[in-house]
C-alpha cells in the first residue's frame, strides 16, 4: 500500500462545475498538506499549504484536511479551462521536510 | 508566490559526458533544497535532500556518485549528473523549502529541466 493514494483519473468536467479532488494517507505523522498544479513539461505550482486539520480558502480554491480519516481535498470552484492540469497532494511530517506526493490526477475542463 | 529558477531548461548531451544543473532561489533564503526526478505521466520521485554547508542525504536506490549535489549558499543548490547515460534521461526539478526566517511556508519548485542523454 502506498503512503498517499490519488485517483490518477484522467478527471473531465464542464467549465463552470466544482471539481472536488482527494487524496488519502496512511501516516498518521503527516501535519503539513500540500496541493500542487503541474501543467505539462512544467513544475509544479504550490497551490494550497495547510497545517493540521480544518479548511483553508484561496479564491476559487478551498483546501480540506481531515487528520481523523487521513482524508484531504481540494475543490475548484467556478472551473475554468485553464485549470486543466495534473493535481499533485503532497504531505510532510515537518514544515521543511521531504514531501511524499500522491500520484497526481489530470483534469480536464471543457469549454 | 516564491520564485525558484533552474537552468538550463533543456539539455541534450552524449553518453558519457556530465552535465550540471543549477537551481536558485530568487527572493527568499533556502537552507534545505530538493532534487527530484520525474518521467512521463508519472509523480515526482525524492532523490536527495541538499543542506547548505554539509552533505546531501539521497534516497534509497540513488547513486551519490552519479548525482552530485552542492549546496554553497542559501540561494543556490546544484546536480551534476556523472557519466550520463540514456536512462539517465528524465525531467530533473528541484524545490526550495520555506520555513526558518524565510517568511515562506511549504516547497517552491523550479520549472524543470529536462536531460536527453543520446
Known amino acids: 500500500q502506498k503512503e498517499v493514494e490519488q485517483d490518477p483519473g484522467p478527471l473531465s468536467v464542464p467549465e463552470g462545475a466544482i471539481v472536488s479532488l482527494n487524496c488519502t494517507y496512511s501516516?498518521?505523522?503527516?501535519?503539513?498538506f500540500m496541493w500542487y498544479r503541474q501543467y505539462s513539461r512544467k513544475g509544479p505550482e504550490l497551490l494550497m499549504y495547510t497545517y493540521s486539520s480544518g479548511n483553508k480558502e484561496d479564491g476559487r480554491f478551498t483546501a480540506q484536511v481531515d487528520k481523523s480519516s487521513k482524508y484531504i481535498s481540494l475543490f475548484i470552484r467556478d472551473s475554468q479551462p485553464s485549470d486543466s492540469a495534473t493535481y499533485l497532494c503532497a504531505m510532510s511530517v515537518g514544515g521543511n521536510e521531504k514531501l511524499t506526493f500522491g500520484t497526481g490526477t489530470r483534469l480536464t475542463i471543457i469549454p | 508566490g516564491a520564485v525558484v529558477s533552474q537552468h538550463p531548461s533543456w539539455v541534450i548531451c552524449k553518453s558519457g559526458t556530465s552535465v550540471k544543473i543549477e537551481c536558485r532561489s530568487l527572493d527568499f533564503q533556502a537552507t534545505t533544497m530538493f532534487w527530484y526526478r520525474q518521467f512521463p505521466k508519472q509523480s515526482l520521485m525524492l532523490m536527495a535532500t541538499?543542506?547548505?554547508?554539509?552533505?546531501?542525504?539521497?534516497e534509497q536506490g540513488v547513486e551519490k556518485d552519479k548525482f552530485l549535489i552542492n549546496h554553497a549558499s542559501l540561494t543556490l543548490s546544484t546536480l551534476t549528473v556523472t557519466s550520463a547515460h540514456p536512462e539517465d534521461s528524465s525531467f530533473y526539478i528541484c524545490s526550495a523549502g520555506g520555513g526558518g526566517t524565510s517568511g515562506r511556508s511549504g516547497q517552491y519548485f523550479g520549472p524543470g529541466t529536462r536531460l536527453t542523454v543520446t
Open positions: 541538499s543542506n547548505e554547508g554539509s552533505k546531501a542525504t539521497y
Open positions: 501516516n498518521s505523522a503527516f501535519q503539513y
